[in-house]
């Protein structure tokens, strides 16, 4: 089994910044891709950043500019730095990752429980 353990979101005036890490554990062989997604209030999930294990990067038009997406392969874990922060950022954030295991030879998804991310104007 697989978790993924989100931290780092908080209240932050507009125009700040904010850093979300999420952690993976468990039965882990690879990873690849790892990204952010957001859901804001009456919205649907959208991607917000990916990044693959070699390190390429995409990100949502909303983020490009502002979002920066990294990983540490070695600790299982990725990053969102997040500037200029806007209201409309506002959303739980979510970490997504596809995973492969030790027992397995295909990529399964998980997703972590959701941090809540509010920039006040």
């Known amino acids: 089994q697989v978790q993924l353990v989100e931290s780092g979101g908080g209240l932050v005036q507009a125009g700040g910044s904010l850093r979300l890490s999420c952690a993976a554990s468990?039965?882990?062989?690879?990873?690849?891709?790892m990204g952010w997604y957001r859901q804001g209030p009456g919205t649907q999930r959208e991607k917000v950043a990916a990044?693959?294990?070699?390190?390429?990067?995409n990100y949502a038009d909303s983020a490009k500019g502002r979002f920066t997406i990294s990983r540490d392969n070695a600790k299982n874990t990725v990053y969102l730095q997040m500037n200029s922060l806007k209201p409309e950022d506002t959303a739980v954030y979510y970490c997504?990752?596809?995973?492969?295991?030790?027992?397995?030879?295909?990529?399964?998804?998980?997703w972590g429980q959701g941090t809540q991310v509010t920039v006040s104007s």
């Open positions: 997504n990752a596809n995973v492969r295991s030790f027992a397995w030879t295909t990529y399964q998804s998980y």
């Open positions: 468990g039965s882990i062989f690879s990873i690849n891709p």
């Open positions: 990044i693959t294990s070699g390190g390429s990067t």
